[in-house]
């Protein structure tokens, strides 16, 4: 004897609907848990990007006094170069010597000092 096929829908469908419940639950769990903790993982990546770490700070100090100091390095060649010139009678030289020197005076004072090895 076979049942009409509308009897044999109501049968399956209460099946299928706790099969589908137990199969989401751990879909609509871990959809729950982030939506939760998004926030949270955009504050702290938010703070991340907007604090520099220590050794951040140090590696961008070191660049800049690198760079200074290649910068004194060029204006002493250049002062160098023109004190010859002055030297062989170029009066130009001697005022461009001048320049450089004065901006030289400047920079020295933002390279810190090197401790003596002993």
């Known amino acids: 004897m076979s049942l009409p096929i509308g009897c044999a829908k109501r049968r399956i469908a209460p099946f299928v609907v706790v099969a589908f419940a137990f199969i989401l639950q751990g879909c609509l769990a871990k959809a729950a848990v982030d939506v939760v903790t998004a926030p949270v993982r955009v504050a702290g990546k938010a703070v991340d990007l907007a604090t520099t770490s220590q050794s951040e700070a140090d590696e961008k100090r070191g660049r800049e006094i690198r760079k200074?100091?290649?910068?004194?390095?060029?204006?002493?060649?250049?002062?160098?170069?023109?004190?010859?010139?002055?030297?062989?009678?170029?009066?130009?030289?001697?005022e461009k010597a001048q320049k450089i020197y004065a901006e030289m005076q400047v920079l020295i004072p933002s390279i810190p000092v090197e401790p003596e090895e002993r």
């Open 68 to 94: 200074r100091e290649e910068e004194l390095g060029k204006l002493k060649r250049d002062y160098e170069k023109q004190q010859q010139d002055c030297a062989n009678g170029d009066r130009r030289g001697c």
